[in-house]
């Protein structure tokens, strides 16, 4: 077999390989007809474990990829660093940074998928060599306050996202979405993720999705989404909670519902979280089951006051 055909196959026998929440989104968000499923896998731990119901919430340095409307609300450095365990030599890791610039703010995000390793062979068999494989998404955004031409309030932003998969090629995928006060501690949002034209039969996970999101002063926050995967079409709603005893610390739960999900057997859509913050410096996990495929766990260190808790 070739250089060309090795990388091919070990991509191929990875995606056959239960690999944690990359594979359960595959599975959830109709893999025959989507390329590039890692990108619907939840940015950041806070976001998991409120249930993925971030739309209306949005205020770290994850709203690079939840909605980029919510960076208009960040006006200092923020960032995140997070790792997804999905066992199998397979990890899902993710970074972004939010940055102040004229009169909104700059979001930087990438994701990486790492296969692990796999040896790399001459056409006799001879080992040549161990390589790896990575498939990478990396997403720019801008978000900025509402002008009076669009209502004033709130926050809107755009961006652009650009994959690049081992066995896929490259896709290209636009974002946009607003974040809205109401009045009263309600928040509502909305947002389009990974829009873009399909190639070979295949799409970026395209989604629209509305949010709200209810803070209860000195307690935490009620959120709850609802949107429509324009590739698979199964409606998906989320709710979730987010509790702050303390400024240093939150507790954090949630649930997604997807529709049916075949191939997925026992415990779904269940979500749970932790929070602790010293200083500007923070550390966030999420726990989210996928039947019996596999547990996600993840580990995310945050950077920026406010927002979290």
């Given at each position: 077999?070739?250089?060309?055909?090795?990388?091919?196959?070990?991509?191929?026998?990875?995606?056959?390989?239960?690999?944690?929440?990359?594979?359960?989104?595959?599975?959830?968000?109709?893999?025959?007809?989507?390329?590039?499923?890692?990108?619907?896998?939840?940015?950041?731990?806070?976001?998991?474990?409120?249930?993925?119901?971030?739309?209306?919430?949005?205020?770290?340095?994850?709203?690079?990829?939840?909605?980029?409307?919510?960076?208009?609300?960040i006006h200092e450095l923020r960032a995140v660093v997070a790792?997804?365990?999905?066992?199998?030599?397979?990890?899902?890791?993710?970074?972004?940074?939010?940055?102040?610039?004229?009169?909104?703010?700059?979001?930087?995000?990438?994701?990486?998928?790492?296969?692990?390793?796999?040896?790399?062979?001459?056409?006799?068999?001879?080992?040549?060599?161990?390589?790896?494989?990575?498939?990478?998404?990396?997403?720019?955004?801008?978000?900025?306050?509402?002008?009076?031409?669009?209502?004033?309030?709130?926050?809107?932003?755009?961006?652009?996202?650009v994959v690049q998969e081992t066995a896929g090629g490259s896709?290209?995928?636009?974002?946009?979405?607003?974040?809205?006060?109401?009045?009263?501690?309600?928040?509502?949002?909305?947002?389009?993720?990974?829009?873009?034209?399909?190639?070979?039969?295949?799409?970026?996970?395209?989604?629209?999705?509305?949010g709200a999101a209810y803070a209860l002063p000195g307690f935490?926050?009620?959120?709850?989404?609802?949107?429509?995967?324009?590739?698979?079409?199964?409606?998906?709603?989320?709710?979730?909670?987010?509790?702050?005893?303390?400024?240093?610390?939150?507790?954090?739960?949630?649930?997604?519902?997807?529709?049916?999900?075949?191939?997925?057997?026992?415990?779904?859509?269940?979500?749970?979280?932790?929070?602790?913050?010293?200083?500007?410096?923070?550390?966030?996990?999420?726990?989210?089951?996928?039947?019996?495929?596999?547990?996600?766990?993840?580990?995310?260190?945050?950077?920026?006051?406010?927002?979290?808790?």
């Amino acid at each position: 077999m070739s250089t060309a055909g090795s990388i091919i196959a070990a991509v191929l026998m990875g995606a056959s390989v239960a690999r944690g929440s990359v594979l359960a989104e595959a599975v959830r968000t109709g893999a025959s007809r989507v390329q590039a499923a890692f990108v619907s896998v939840g940015a950041g731990a806070r976001p998991v474990g409120m249930g993925e119901a971030f739309t209306a919430v949005a205020d770290d340095a994850s709203a690079v990829t939840w909605n980029p409307g919510g960076l208009g609300q960040i006006h200092e450095l923020r960032a995140v660093v997070a790792h997804d365990v999905a066992g199998a030599d397979v990890g899902l890791s993710y970074a972004a940074v939010a940055i102040p610039a004229g009169p909104g703010t700059v979001g930087l995000g990438i994701t990486a998928l790492m296969f692990g390793s796999y040896d790399r062979r001459s056409d006799d068999g001879t080992k040549l060599g161990t390589d790896s494989v990575m498939d990478v998404a990396g997403t720019v955004s801008y978000g900025f306050a509402n002008p009076g031409w669009l209502g004033g309030g709130g926050w809107s932003g755009l961006g652009v996202e650009v994959v690049q998969e081992t066995a896929g090629g490259s896709l290209v995928g636009l974002s946009a979405g607003s974040v809205l006060p109401a009045g009263g501690g309600l928040t509502v949002a909305w947002a389009a993720q990974h829009v873009g034209p399909g190639r070979d039969g295949f799409s970026l996970p395209a989604v629209v999705k509305a949010g709200a999101a209810y803070a209860l002063p000195g307690f935490g926050r009620i959120v709850a989404d609802a949107g429509y995967p324009l590739v698979s079409r199964q409606p998906l709603v989320a709710a979730g909670v987010e509790i702050a005893p303390h400024r240093m610390f939150a507790v954090r739960a949630g649930y997604k519902w997807r529709g049916a999900q075949p191939g997925l057997r026992g415990l779904t859509g269940l979500t749970a979280g932790l929070g602790v913050r010293l200083g500007r410096l923070g550390i966030d996990y999420a726990y989210q089951p996928f039947g019996d495929l596999v547990t996600s766990h993840r580990f995310a260190l945050v950077w920026g006051t406010g927002g979290a808790i």
